[in-house]
């Protein structure tokens, strides 16, 4: 499914991509906003989801990624370069270990610290099964993290392929490409123009 919106929008996207198996899908996201986004993409990866998609793949749908892994990179690509230089991130997957963070101010990573340094909108698309998301240690995360002023899209329920247990699941999901593309829409603060 396409975004039936084909009016393109500007602005300059953080996207943090976390530990989960579900980061493989990240590259379907980035190319259904090529459709009409005309910004700036960037990929801001921590450790576990490099592993699971390395980054130099990433970088064939991103205009940059980011990982923190090389040392002589620090000075220019570290969270208050990331948070000054952007204007909206969304965090996809959100691992329930991210959401817990970040609901505690804990800063163990580049991408936590960009999210505790921003002052742009922060929108989280929680991955992970049925069973954790139900968790009321997780659903108090969700709630902290919407008091904070932070958005998180509650994940549909639909059939996907759990690595775990190596079949098809009724699970939490992250919306569809062409429906990540509409809240990047809706989420992208006002006033970037379009690039020509």
Avoid: C
Avoid at 115 to 137: C, L, N, Q, R
Avoid at 141 to 147: A, F, K, W
Avoid at 157 to 177: H, I, N, S, T
Wanted: proline residues 8%; without cysteine.
């Amino acid at each position: 499914m396409t975004s039936t919106n084909t009016a393109t929008f500007g602005g300059r996207l953080l996207i943090g991509a976390t530990g989960s198996a579900a980061v493989a899908t990240l590259p379907a996201y980035v190319n259904a906003l090529r459709a009409t986004f005309t910004g700036t993409v960037t990929v801001l990866m921590t450790h576990t989801a490099a592993t699971f998609l390395p980054p130099h793949t990433t970088r064939l749908f991103a205009d940059r990624v980011v990982t923190g892994a090389a040392p002589d990179d620090w000075a220019q690509e570290n969270h208050a370069t990331l948070a000054a230089e952007h204007d909206l991130m969304a965090v996809l997957p959100a691992t329930a270990n991210t959401l817990s963070a970040v609901a505690s101010g804990a800063v163990p990573n580049m991408l936590t610290a960009t999210i505790s340094a921003a002052e742009f909108p922060v929108v989280f698309f929680p991955v992970m099964t049925g069973e954790m998301w139900g968790k009321p240690a997780v659903r108090r995360n969700v709630e902290q993290l919407r008091q904070d002023g932070y958005h998180v899209v509650d994940p549909q329920q639909g059939r996907r392929y759990d690595v775990g247990l190596r079949e098809f699941v009724k699970a939490p999901m992250p919306p569809a490409p062409a429906q990540f593309v509409e809240l990047m829409r809706e989420f992208m603060p006002q006033g970037r123009p379009a690039a020509a």
